[in-house]
């Protein structure tokens, strides 16, 4: 089965004013929506992750803090949730580290919808998307990475980020 994982496409990090927010975030956007629509339109799951802070979480020693739970901060950007309102198979997986596998209900879902290949969308390329697409190919699943619906606030970064998935982990790269 071939699921959407979205990263991270919160307010905090993608809305402008949002505590973690880069210049360029909000790129990302139109072009997620744009696979979820696809995705739904075969009627395929939908796996949104969400970082999710307590207050005093220590991952603020090395970041502000930001998507602390519960806040507004912490929700899905508002065109995504409008996007996957109703939606029956979109999958919510909140995280406090950086890969979406930690501490979290990731393999259970992926196992429960039989998941053996991801599309990889969403926020920061080298910081929560690669952690977890890491985690993926441990895993042997197929990982897709979506390269106009990633982003981060450092150009170099990203472009070393794309290079690890494709050439040390595997992944492969596609755009619309
Ligand atoms: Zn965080």
């Not at 696809?38 to 307590?54: A, C, G, M, V, Y």
């Amino acid at each position: 089965m071939r699921a959407l994982l979205v990263v991270d496409v919160q307010r905090d990090f993608v809305d402008r004013g949002g505590r973690l927010y880069f210049e360029g975030a909000e790129k990302v956007v139109p072009v997620v929506v744009d696979w979820v629509e696809r995705f739904k339109r075969e009627n395929l799951p939908i796996i949104t992750t969400q970082d999710w802070h307590s207050v005093d979480d220590p991952e603020f020693k090395i970041w502000p803090p930001h998507c602390v739970e519960g806040t507004s901060g912490a929700r899905l950007t508002e065109e995504l949730e409008k996007a996957l309102a109703g939606y029956e198979k979109h999958f919510v997986v909140k995280k406090s580290r950086y890969s979406a596998f930690y501490n979290t209900n990731m393999d259970e879902l992926l196992r429960e919808l039989s998941v053996d290949e991801v599309y990889v969308c969403g926020v920061v390329t080298h910081i929560c998307v690669l952690f977890t697409v890491e985690e993926l190919r441990n895993r042997d699943v197929a990982v897709k990475i979506i390269t106009d619906g990633v982003a981060s606030y450092d150009e170099e970064f990203h472009r070393v980020a794309l290079r690890l998935m494709e050439e040390v982990l595997g992944a492969k790269p596609i755009t619309r």
